[in-house]
């Protein structure tokens, strides 16, 4: 069965420092998105991506988060300059009929 | 925009008992209903979905039903085993695959032997 897939599974960093998340979606997918849940809370939507470029934002998803799909597999996300709130797990998903997630990236910032 | 509640946070059942978890919504235009089941450390994984031209939807021991009247919808586990414990999520979205999800706060189940 066709998986989302997520590199890396950790990531430490310290504040201020860039980091890129990636993915790779379901081949067949055209909508890609990037959801985060912070430890024990649920899942919130941060961007949703389709025909390169984003459609949809939440409010989380400020200057400093940018989302990229640099070739047909990978669909990237970078935070600029990671502050210690940005700690949480990143999820990437991708949709046809029904919405996959990926394994997640579990991100902490320092 | 969206918003959606789901009780109970927490829910103990009996193995081999049934267990209910309850989902309301907010907007009147979602007519799309997946649940989530999140085992630690683990992906969201859609375990069972129904959309808002259908009232029921049963999927062996798992069964999900809408109302949309009311904007709720509900997720029954009949026969309740060891490997059903997880934490449940619901979600409301507009369209299916191709629109956001809102997700509710989530349910922790925990089958007790």
């Known amino acids: 069965e066709p998986e989302v897939t997520q590199t890396p599974s950790h990531q430490v960093t310290q504040m201020g420092q860039e980091v890129i998340l990636r993915c790779v979606p379901i081949?067949?997918?055209?909508?890609f998105y990037w959801y985060r849940q912070i430890l024990g809370q649920k899942v919130e939507f941060l961007v949703s991506f389709y025909n390169n470029e984003i459609s949809e934002k939440s409010e989380i998803f400020d200057d400093q988060f940018s989302v990229e799909r640099p070739d047909g597999s990978n669909f990237t996300l970078k935070i600029r300059s990671t502050k210690l709130e940005d700690s949480a797990m990143y999820f990437c998903a991708s949709g046809d009929l029904a919405t996959f997630f990926g394994s997640g990236t579990q991100l902490s910032v320092l | 925009g969206e918003n959606v509640e789901q009780h109970p946070s927490t829910l103990s059942v009996q193995e081999g008992d049934s267990a209910v978890i309850k989902c309301t919504y907010s907007d009147s235009a979602s007519n799309y209903f997946p649940w989530y089941k999140q085992e630690l450390g683990k992906r969201p994984q859609l375990i069972i979905d129904?959309?808002?031209?259908?009232g029921e939807k049963k999927d062996q021991r798992i069964a999900v039903t809408l109302n949309k009247t009311a904007k709720h919808f509900s997720l029954h586990i009949t026969e309740t085993q060891p490997e059903d414990s997880a934490v449940y999520f619901c979600a409301a979205s507009m369209a299916f695959g191709n629109e956001k999800l809102t997700f509710g706060t989530g349910t922790r189940l925990t089958i007790i032997p």
């Open positions: 129904i959309r808002s031209n259908v």
């Open positions: 081949s067949n997918h055209l909508y």
